[in-house]
């Protein structure tokens, strides 16, 4: 898969070049120089995405667009604005103004390219492609030295460059990982409570979809289950207020929520939280009403042995144990202070 998605990201990258290579010289417009360029273009995304993942390491869902807009929407531009100079030096200096707008626009158009989405104003893409555009149109700086020292020393000048935006752009990505450890804990564990959340909503469906006759004590031990979570995760909360060193996050998810509490914990949080006192007595008193209905052992009975075949309750645990790899993979982001 991971080759198809390489393949498919050479052939655009080749494809959108041969369009930059038209707009500014048609006659030059080949298979041959677009293919060179395409793979210019994939090496060059490769470089700066094994960079970019060095430095940030495994991004969750909700991350993502953050960590686009921060650093890769500004490295699109870099490595595109590399393209444009690429392209403009195939030109002489007679057309470089024309060629130059043509190119601007298409280096606009390339950012949005591979991924998608990308939305960066033309006053940006303008200051990016400026130390291109500078070399290319300033001749004097050069002016006095052979065309071969001339190319040189440009090259050297783009790739310095090149390389310095590159660490400003990378260095972007540093807020969006450098959060806290309770930050990242927090964050982690909010989204195993939704995981587990969104479960218990899967589990009464299917029961009351199968056996209606249990609907009414599905539906009360979901809410049970839901309080449940809820007084976990502020358990979870006052553990990152008060002892840290508590929270583990290195041996997995299932050490991660089966965090050690105490019942010198729960005394301390009653006192401070009216809330979590709440909590606790919608605990108790859905349990009780769950214990006291007569089809309570026929449900507990049919969860053991008949649910698990069904379609629908297979479907429901696959989408949770993905959820759940995903949130292990965050865990593994969190790194706790030595």
């Known amino acids: 898969m991971i080759l198809v998605y390489a393949v498919v990201k050479f052939l655009a990258y080749s ?18 120089p677009s293919i060179r ?18 430095a940030v390491g495994s991004v969750d869902a909700e991350a ?4 686009y807009f921060l650093v890769y929407s500004p490295i699109r531009f870099v490595e ?35 991924p998608h989405g990308s939305s960066v104003p033309g006053g940006v893409t303008r200051k990016i492609l400026r130390w291109p555009l500078s070399l290319l149109r300033s001749p004097r700086r050069l002016s006095t ?26 260095g972007l990505c540093v807020p969006a ?16 409570a939704s995981a587990s959340q969104e479960w218990q909503h899967s589990l009464r469906d299917v029961l009351a979809k199968v056996r209606p006759d249990l609907a009414t004590l599905a539906t009360l031990e979901m809410k049970h289950q839901l309080a449940l979570i809820e007084r976990r995760h502020a358990q979870f909360r006052y553990l990152l207020r008060t002892n840290v060193g508590r929270v583990h996050t290195r041996e997995g998810l299932a050490m991660f929520r089966n965090f050690d509490w105490t019942e010198a914990d729960a005394r301390v949080l009653r006192q401070q939280s009216s809330s979590y006192v709440a909590i606790e007595r919608t ?42 790899r995903g ?12």
């Open 64 to 67: 993502a667009t953050r960590l």
């Open 80 to 114: 595109w604005g590399v393209m444009v100079f690429v392209i403009a030096r195939r030109v002489s200096r007679a057309s470089l103004s024309i060629t130059m707008v043509r190119l601007s626009a298409w280096c606009r158009r390339s950012a949005g390219i591979v």
């Open 283 to 324: 605990v108790v008193e859905l349990e009780r009403q769950g214990q006291a209905r007569r089809d309570w052992p026929a449900m507990r009975e049919y969860v053991r042995t008949s649910l698990n075949p069904n379609p629908q309750f297979q479907d429901s645990l696959r989408r949770l144990q993905e959820r759940e």
């Open 145 to 170: 030295m052979p065309a071969e020292s001339e190319e040189t020393m440009a090259a050297r000048t783009v790739w310095r460059r090149t390389a310095t935006l590159a660490v400003v752009y990378v």
């Open 327 to 338: 949130i292990e993979q965050l865990l593994k982001s969190c790194q706790p202070v030595a």
């Open 15 to 32: 494809a959108w070049c041969h369009v930059g290579l038209r707009s500014v010289q048609s006659l030059a417009a080949g298979v041959a």
């Open 177 to 192: 990982r450098a959060e806290t450890f309770p930050e990242c804990a927090e964050r982690a564990y909010a989204q195993a």
């Open 37 to 54: 360029l395409g793979a210019a273009r994939w090496l060059i995304g490769l470089f700066f995405g094994i960079g970019v993942f060095f």
